[in-house]
T-cell receptor, first 110, second 113 residues
Framework: GQNIDQPTEMTATEGAIVQINCTYQ??????LFWYQQHAGEAPTFLSY????GLEEKGRFSSFLSRSKGYSYLLLKELQMKDSASYLC???????????FGDGTTLTVKP | DGGITQSPKYLFRKEGQNVTLSCEQN?????MYWYRQDPGQGLRLIYY???????QKGDIAEGYSVSREKKESFPLTVTSAQKNPTAFYLC????????????FGPGTRLTVL
């Protein structure tokens, strides 16, 4: 079976750094995605981790530990537009299907 | 510009009626997916298709049906057998099945009255 856990809500201040954690238990694992979703809109791709370690892309970084079933998304220099839901998704080994967590709603305050 | 289109953005139907949601992509992607999202929750996979004339059930296929007669199109029918059809429906595609980020359409918000 699949189980993905993320915090439901987080709040941070503009200009700060925030780390959103994701833990997973899965019977098959290919890789882990992070998506950003603004309210009422479609998710957009942020990152994809297959190997252990940190992947950096501008203000966003994503980390994966396969042995621990753990990932995090790090957002630096927070901006108001970063207020959104952040979805962690595990890609399963059977036919490339992904299982999504319930998402973390991040609110950035001035 | 290439992309995925879903129409309409908002859809209202009476209970007991079947309704078909459209999804079209011009990205030349082989694989297409349908997800359902309920408030405060993540995406749950309804059906997916890796090639024309082939599709597989996802995690919550009951009460839904799909077809894949053309590479560009993957319509979803919400039947009267679906007990709680009110939700936000998202269509997505990838170049092929596996190891790809998903490209999402804008979604259709279905409300059954």
């Amino acid at each position: 079976g699949q189980n993905i856990d993320q915090p439901t809500e987080m709040t941070a201040t503009e200009g700060a750094i925030v780390q959103i954690n994701c833990t997973y238990q899965t019977s098959g694992f290919n890789g882990l995605f992070w998506y950003q979703q603004h309210a009422g809109e479609a998710p957009t791709f942020l990152s994809y981790n297959v190997l252990d370690g940190l992947e950096e892309k501008g203000r966003f970084s994503s980390f994966l530990s396969r042995s621990k079933g753990y990932s995090y998304l790090l957002l630096k220099e927070l901006q108001m537009k970063d207020s959104a839901s952040y979805l962690c998704a595990v890609e399963r080994t059977n036919a490339g299907k992904s299982t999504f967590g319930d998402g973390t709603t991040l609110t950035v305050k001035p | 510009d290439g992309g995925i289109t879903q129409s309409p953005k908002y859809l209202f139907r009476k209970e007991g009626q079947n309704v078909t949601l459209s999804c079209e992509q011009n990205l030349n992607h082989d694989a297409m997916y349908w997800y359902r999202q309920d408030p405060g929750q993540g995406l749950r996979l309804i059906y997916y298709s890796q090639i024309v004339n082939d599709f597989q059930k996802g995690d919550i296929a009951e009460g839904y049906s799909v077809s894949r007669e053309k590479k560009e199109s993957f319509p979803l029918t919400v039947t009267s057998a679906q007990k709680n059809p009110t939700a936000f429906y998202l269509c997505a595609s990838t170049p092929r099945l596996s190891y790809n980020e998903q490209f999402f359409g804008p979604g259709t918000r279905l409300t059954v009255l």
